[in-house]
């Protein structure tokens, strides 16, 4: 202690020395600044040092407040980082750069990460997105269902991506278009939901913004291309229901794989459970068995024809005679009839039952006949490669 203690004031007088040395050169520097010190700083130290601050302890004060306002202590930096993580869920690298850039105020690093995510996010717009999920809102008389895409299965986990999915899906749910029938389906895709109004309630998305900031943002977050790719909205006429189904589901309202549709009843006074009861079963129905028309009449001609091409070339190399050729042809026809048509197909929870028997079933039950208004399926990333290539819409299973 007594060596320290005399070691400090020649310490002192030296460092005193050599900065004083800096301060009375002529070029503004001196041996010491010359090999490393730059010149700017060489020329604040001499007027550091001018004769109002000839007090060695008060100017070597003032050189260590100079130093510790350039940055907060190391234990306030890492609760800032920490809390700037917390707000956006940005990588740590970019919290951590944003913060020294922005000399550590903390609101101003906020603002710049959602000035750089938008930019990488726009970078990202043109990736291909083929993960994500489906989100659904019902209530009594509609269902609303979206796709929001996502690049990987892992950002479809992130909570922040399923709360916006959800959002977007009660946003539908609730859109107003003049074109809207009274009852069946209808679309309300990104060009009609991305400039609406979207008010968030989450720590790191919220308050209000349109839907297209929104999705931006959670892309900004994310890292990848996130992307509202379609919508549709499905409503019973009165008296009727709405009933739906999600396959592999994360969470209530969410899913990879959906089947929607509506049963309408003639008399107002039927009893709802039996169909909401039946409506979930042919909902899920419809997600496994994936029809593509209600009836047989509604079977487009050109699928139709399709068909009975390949089923005549299938039977031709037969080399049967042109009758029982087209026997042939008819009979695969009405194997093909029960593949793709929903009244003729094979209920699936009861294969001795057609979804047609399944219907009048329930006409008895309540007393009034029920029939199926609209129905359709949805599934996560169908038909997107095929879009990107000849840029045309993907079909969706549906009943006019």
């Not at 499905?234 to 549709?261: C, D, E, F, K, M």
């Amino acid at each position: 202690m007594a060596c320290f203690r005399s070691a400090k004031h020649p310490f002192r007088i030296f460092f005193y020395s050599r900065l004083s040395a800096a301060a009375n050169s002529k070029n503004g520097y001196s041996t010491c600044a010359s090999k490393g010190t730059p010149v700017y700083q060489a020329r604040q130290i001499k007027d550091l040092f001018s004769f109002k601050y000839a007090n060695p302890k008060s100017s070597f004060a003032l050189i260590s407040r100079n130093f510790s306002d350039q940055a907060p202590a190391a234990t306030e930096q890492v609760n800032l980082i920490k809390q700037l993580r917390e707000r956006t869920s940005a990588p740590m690298k970019d919290v951590k750069l944003a913060l020294v850039d922005c000399n550590w105020d903390i609101e101003a690093a906020l603002k710049e990460l959602r000035k750089r995510g938008k930019v990488l996010a726009s970078k990202k717009s043109s990736r291909t997105a083929t993960e994500g999920l489906l989100a659904l809102a019902q209530n009594e008389s509609k269902a609303a269902v979206i796709e929001l895409n996502c690049e990987t299965d892992f950002v479809s986990r992130n909570e922040i991506f399923q709360y916006l999915a959800l959002a977007l899906a009660k946003q539908a749910l609730v859109a107003e278009n003049v074109s809207q029938p009274v009852s069946g389906l209808f679309p309300v895709g990104p060009e009609y939901l991305e400039g609406l109004k979207l008010n968030l309630d989450h720590p790191k998305i919220g308050g209000e913004t349109t839907v297209q900031n929104a999705i931006t943002e959670v892309a900004a977050i994310m890292g990848e291309n996130v992307k509202l790719r379609r919508g549709f909205l499905l409503s019973a006429s009165s008296p009727g229901v709405v009933s739906t189904y999600l396959h592999t589901s994360p969470q209530s309202g969410l899913g990879r794989i959906a089947g929607l549709l509506s049963l309408e009843v003639e008399d107002r006074s039927s009893s709802f459970d039996p169909l909401k009861h039946v409506g979930s079963e042919l909902a899920m129905h419809i997600v496994a068995q994936k029809p593509l028309f209600l009836t047989k009449e509604l079977v487009s001609a050109d699928a139709l024809e399709n068909e009975r091409e390949i089923l005549k070339s299938q039977a031709e190399s037969t080399g049967k005679s042109p009758m029982a050729i087209e026997k042939m042809v008819e009979g695969r026809l009405r194997k093909y009839y029960e593949e793709v048509v929903l009244m003729e197909q094979k209920f699936v929870m009861n294969d001795t039952l057609n979804i047609k028997t399944i219907l009048n079933n329930l006409s008895k039950e309540v007393g009034s006949p029920v029939k199926i208004g609209s129905f359709f399926r949805m599934e996560v990333g169908e038909g997107i490669q095929r879009v990107e290539a000849s840029n045309i819409d993907e079909p969706v299973a549906q009943a006019a």
